[in-house]
């Protein structure tokens, strides 16, 4: 009885009532468009959405001014919103799912990981397999060896390693710059390092579209970007022209950081990694 008063007393605003069913609803709605808002920014999904919610408007436009042929020719658009909207954002809306399902915390890496607590490496092994990655990075960036570096979560692992190769093997800095070397044909690809593992190689990743990147780029940083954007992981690139070693992180490329930004990086990627997200 008392919950169903809550839900259907009303406040009066002027002519307005507005029960409180009605206010969760809107800030329901409101955390709904700002998650969206959230996974679309810096995409050429945004740009796609802003332009379907504008054609919306016109058509209540078209409608409100009662123009037949018009409003009928957009109403067919209208109409069959939803299925071009699946079609449109199949990629946003698989990770939007995969984002809902995680955050349950019945996945692998929540609930049952803390309870399985799978991770039993010391503190100093871990510095020691951090040492082999940055000793990894910065002799490919002496050579100039192109290098591409995801670090990621349990779960978003397994949605990276179907396009590559299954290593799961032990860190090892001659294993990463022998994956990387132009002889190798794994190199084109991305390498996935997760839970202290070389998880898989030679990745394929997608390549950004964000028109707000800069030219000069190569695929290896666009692809950065584009992962970075559809997942919640961190890549270390080594480009191949300049030796420059880059940090991608949401969609945005840190061009050229320090030696000790790589260590920083690189020891919180790898810490983390055992989890399902990771945060700097």
């Not at 307005?16 to 810096?42: A, N, P, S």
């Not at 802003?50 to 409608?63: C, D, E, N, Q, T």
């Not at 449109?88 to 890496?109: A, C, H, M, N, T």
């Not at 349990?154 to 179907?162: I, K």
């Amino acid at each position: 009885m008392l919950g169903n008063y809550l839900i259907y007393s009303f406040i009066k605003i002027g002519f307005l009532e507005i029960g409180i069913g009605d206010i969760l609803d809107i800030l329901l709605v409101g955390l709904l468009f700002f998650q969206l808002y959230k996974i679309l920014r810096g995409t050429l999904a945004f740009n796609i959405f802003l332009g379907i919610v504008l054609l919306y408007w016109v058509w209540l436009a078209v409608r409100l001014f009662d123009m037949k042929m018009l409003a009928t020719i957009l109403g067919q658009f209208v109409e069959s919103g939803f299925i071009l909207l699946v079609i449109l954002f199949q990629p946003e809306i698989r990770r939007f799912l995969f984002y809902v399902g995680r955050g349950s915390g019945i996945g692998k890496d929540g609930f049952w990981a803390k309870i399985l607590n799978r991770e039993n490496r010391t503190a100093t092994q871990k510095q020691l397999l951090r040492d082999q990655v940055v000793k990894a990075v910065t002799n490919m960036a002496k050579t100039q060896t192109g290098a591409l570096i995801v670090f990621a979560g349990v779960s978003e692992r397994n949605l990276l390693a179907d396009t590559g190769v299954l290593i799961n093997g032990e860190i090892s800095g001659k294993l990463i710059e022998s994956v990387f070397d132009k002889g190798s044909p794994l190199h084109d690809g991305a390498m996935v390092i997760s839970d202290f593992k070389i998880w898989a190689a030679g990745c394929v990743l997608p390549v950004s579209e964000n028109p707000d990147l800069p030219k000069r780029i190569g695929m290896r940083h666009r692809a950065a970007a584009g992962i970075t954007e559809q997942v919640d992981v961190h890549v270390i690139i080594v480009s191949e022209e300049t030796g420059r070693v880059s940090h991608a992180q949401k969609g945005k490329i840190d061009m050229g950081i320090s030696p000790q930004q790589l260590v920083d990086i690189i020891d919180q990627c790898l810490w983390d990694s055992v989890a399902h997200k990771v945060s700097l």
